[in-house]
């Protein structure tokens, strides 16, 4: 396989850590966590195995070069000196992403512009030709972060963003990104040894994700393409390995994941969903509403939910949230639930104390993943009344 190299797989605010434990368990190394990243190491088959398997990475990147750099000049003739002919052929397209945290630099397009301009100019005076530029779906995705005077330059391993599994078809008007979806999963302790349930399922997501991790199935197994699968070095029959390798460490789920939803278009989209990543034989949708609803085991219940925020959803936010913690208390003894919500007001409407709140963002809003632990019988009563 080769030997090791530097990569860094990079995530949602507040799931570092659970990134990096990921990394870890898979076998990586020289593990380093950072803001929206974490760092390892691995050789070409991890890489492999990091995009097929990480359920909390959003992209893994594999830096290739890094310099100081303080002007634009200065940019365009490092870039230009690199040996581009190892990652690009005049027959290959590419396309750049720049992130820039410099007072030298301004405009991340601006410099995606400079760094195109170099490339294409040291292929032109090299070869008499150049490649092209696709940046809907190119060959080779050139990644560019700036931050102060340091110039981090890297290959795009992952390709569209690894969120994108490959599963869902159908979604509702507010739907979870799958990356959130799978660590709040993880950030709550699912990990299969009891019934799933989500009360307010729409398309499916968490569903599906529970199912996946349930049964130890890589990530984004649906996917069609990774961006490495298009470098000049790829190797084929060592991935191919690696999917098949993977897949024999799945594992069977022997108890309930059941998702309710009141809307009829919400239960056909989640059902077709869990078709997609051939998981219906593990999931069950049901149309119900969660406030008429009772537990339905005697056993230890898991629940994770996205309720409503109020944001694209016209609901009295007082009664929704109310409801809520009224069923919690009343049909589901014994169960775990979580949820979460940008509404940290309605948060109070719930009348129960949760047990444990965790901040992260749903895209750009910052919210709040709630624990509440429901007791059977009369530590129900004792600890879970509201103050």
């Given at each position: ?5 530097k ?13 990096a434990?990921e ?7 020289n ?8 760092s390892?190491e ?10 097929l ?10 830096p290739?070069?890094s ?5 634009e ?8 000196s690199?040996?581009?002919?190892e990652?690009l ?8 992403d720049?992130?820039?945290n ?10 995606s512009q ?7 100019d ?7 030709t150049?490649p092209?530029?696709d940046v809907?779906?190119?060959?080779v ?6 931050h102060?005077?340091?110039c981090?330059?890297?290959?795009d391993?992952?390709?569209r963003?690894?969120h ?8 509702n008007?507010a ?48 996917r069609?393409?990774?961006?490495f699968?298009?470098w000049n070095?790829f ?9 098949e ?11 309930k994941?059941?998702?309710y ?11 077709d ?18 406030f008429q ?5 005697d056993?230890?219940l898991?629940m994770v ?6 944001e694209?959803l016209?609901l ?7 409801s809520i ?10 169960t ?20 444990r ?17 429901m007791?059977?019988?009369s530590k129900?009563?004792?600890y879970q009344?509201?103050?």
């Amino acid at each position: 396989m080769g030997s090791n190299f530097k990569m860094v797989a990079k995530t949602l605010f507040g799931f570092e850590e659970i990134l990096a434990k990921e990394i870890k368990d898979l076998g990586g190394g020289n593990i380093v966590t950072g803001v929206r990243n974490v760092s390892f190491e691995g050789d070409t088959g991890f890489m492999y195995k990091a995009n097929l398997c990480l359920r909390t990475a959003i992209k893994i990147i594999k830096p290739i070069h890094s310099f100081s750099v303080r002007t634009e000049k200065e940019l365009y003739r490092k870039i230009y000196s690199m040996d581009w002919g190892e990652f690009l052929a005049v027959d290959t397209t590419f396309a750049i992403d720049s992130t820039v945290n410099s007072d030298n630099f301004s405009h991340s397009l601006y410099v995606s512009q400079k760094v195109k301009d170099a490339i294409v100019d040291k292929f032109r005076d090299t070869d008499g030709t150049r490649p092209n530029v696709d940046v809907k779906f190119p060959d080779v995705r050139i990644n560019i972060h700036i931050h102060k005077d340091h110039c981090n330059v890297s290959l795009d391993s992952s390709g569209r963003s690894l969120h994108q599994r490959g599963y869902r078809t159908a979604t509702n008007i507010a739907p979870i990104n799958e990356v959130l979806a799978s660590g709040l999963l993880l950030m709550s302790g699912w990990d299969g040894q009891c019934d799933f349930l989500d009360p307010m399922c729409g398309s499916g997501t968490f569903l599906t994700e529970a199912a996946m991790i349930a049964c130890n199935i890589p990530a984004n197994i649906n996917r069609k393409e990774f961006a490495f699968e298009k470098w000049n070095d790829f190797d084929e029959p060592l991935f191919d390995k690696i999917v098949e390798v993977c897949l024999n460490k799945t594992r069977e789920f022997h108890h309930k994941i059941i998702g309710y939803d009141k809307a009829p278009s919400a239960v056909r989209k989640a059902t077709d969903n869990a078709a997609n990543a051939n998981l219906s034989d593990y999931i069950t949708i049901e149309r119900k509403n969660f406030f008429q609803t009772e537990k339905f085991t005697d056993a230890k219940l898991h629940m994770v939910f996205n309720p409503p925020y109020g944001e694209r959803l016209n609901l009295d936010m007082e009664e929704f949230y109310g409801s809520i913690g009224d069923t919690l208390k009343q049909s589901y003894p014994g169960t775990e639930a979580w949820f979460i919500t940008s509404n940290l007001e309605a948060l109070k409407y719930v009348g129960l104390r949760p047990s444990r709140k965790i901040k992260v963002f749903n895209s750009h809003l910052e919210s709040r993943l709630v624990k509440y632990v429901m007791y059977e019988g009369s530590k129900k009563a004792k600890y879970q009344k509201a103050d």
